[in-house]
């Protein structure tokens, strides 16, 4: 994405402009739904809002300029302000990701439907980024949100030797997963077949610019 600052500065701007969206919404999803779910903690933090300022993280951010996915700046809440904490924190989980899908069907409906097609092309950064946001965090690995979801769906017993792995080498294997291996990193070999899937499915002849 960074090399488009100086050979395309429109192309530039438009995939900026599609990060903040998509990091925004997707953490403001995750307040909201804690919100919803009887947690203030969110909103007291100044969480529950789409002011992108509120949700960098510079290392996800970092990771979405140059790889096209990352993540945000976690939100965080009070497991026992919730009715059912386990459950609960698996369905604000995953608000976040559900919301980026949610973001890129409704670009990839405009794109078909709407846009004059000279036009629709400065719509596909923003698809690429609301999917590859949605995927990566969908990883079940703390501290993304397929982690907490995980623990959300597995039985209790599963859940809780889970949990514990999660909480001591989490971050350790999320940073394994990103390191290249080989020149690859095996995180990007594990999520660019549904990536790829997804956008084929959602734009024009894949989309590619």
Same mark, same amino acid.
């Given at each position: 994405? &960074?090399?488009?600052?100086?050979?395309?500065?429109?192309?530039?701007?438009?995939?900026?402009?599609?990060?903040?969206?998509?990091?925004?919404?997707?953490?403001?999803?995750?307040?909201?739904?804690?919100?919803? =779910?009887? *947690?203030?903690?969110?909103?007291?933090?100044?969480?529950?809002?789409?002011?992108?300022?509120?949700?960098? *993280?510079? =290392?996800?951010?970092?990771?979405?300029?140059?790889?096209?996915?990352?993540?945000?700046?976690?939100?965080?809440?009070?497991?026992? %302000?919730?009715? %059912?904490?386990?459950?609960?924190?698996?369905?604000?989980? &995953?608000?976040?990701?559900?919301?980026?899908?949610?973001?890129?069907?409704?670009?990839?409906?405009?794109?078909?439907? /709407?846009?004059?097609?000279?036009?629709?092309?400065?719509?596909?950064?923003?698809?690429?980024?609301? #999917?590859?946001?949605?995927?990566? %965090? @969908? !990883?079940? #690995?703390?501290?993304?949100?397929?982690?907490? !979801?995980? !623990?959300?769906? @597995?039985?209790?017993?599963?859940?809780?030797?889970?949990?514990? +792995?999660?909480?001591?080498?989490?971050? /350790? +294997? =999320?940073? @394994?997963?990103?390191?290249?291996?080989?020149?690859?990193?095996?995180?990007?070999? =594990? /999520?660019?077949?549904? /990536?790829?899937?997804? +956008? %084929?499915?959602?734009?024009?002849?894949?989309?590619?610019?």
């Amino acid at each position: 994405m &960074l090399e488009t600052l100086f050979t395309n500065p429109l192309l530039f701007f438009v995939w900026i402009l599609s990060l903040l969206i998509a990091i925004s919404v997707h953490e403001a999803a995750h307040a909201y739904s804690a919100e919803y =779910l009887g *947690d203030p903690t969110p909103r007291l933090q100044g969480r529950t809002t789409l002011n992108p300022l509120a949700h960098l *993280d510079p =290392l996800g951010t970092l990771m979405l300029l140059l790889f096209r996915f990352g993540w945000g700046r976690p939100v965080q809440f009070d497991p026992y %302000n919730l009715a %059912n904490p386990r459950r609960d924190a698996a369905l604000i989980s &995953l608000a976040g990701p559900v919301s980026n899908l949610v973001l890129t069907t409704i670009a990839s409906l405009l794109i078909h439907f /709407i846009l004059p097609s000279y036009y629709a092309p400065l719509l596909y950064p923003f698809v690429f980024l609301n #999917v590859g946001l949605a995927i990566f %965090n @969908l !990883i079940p #690995v703390h501290p993304l949100d397929g982690g907490k !979801i995980l !623990i959300g769906i @597995l039985p209790q017993d599963l859940a809780y030797e889970w949990q514990s +792995i999660m909480n001591r080498y989490g971050t /350790i +294997i =999320l940073i @394994l997963l990103i390191f290249p291996i080989n020149g690859v990193s095996p995180a990007i070999s =594990l /999520i660019t077949p549904v /990536i790829d899937f997804l +956008i %084929n499915l959602l734009l024009p002849t894949g989309g590619l610019i």
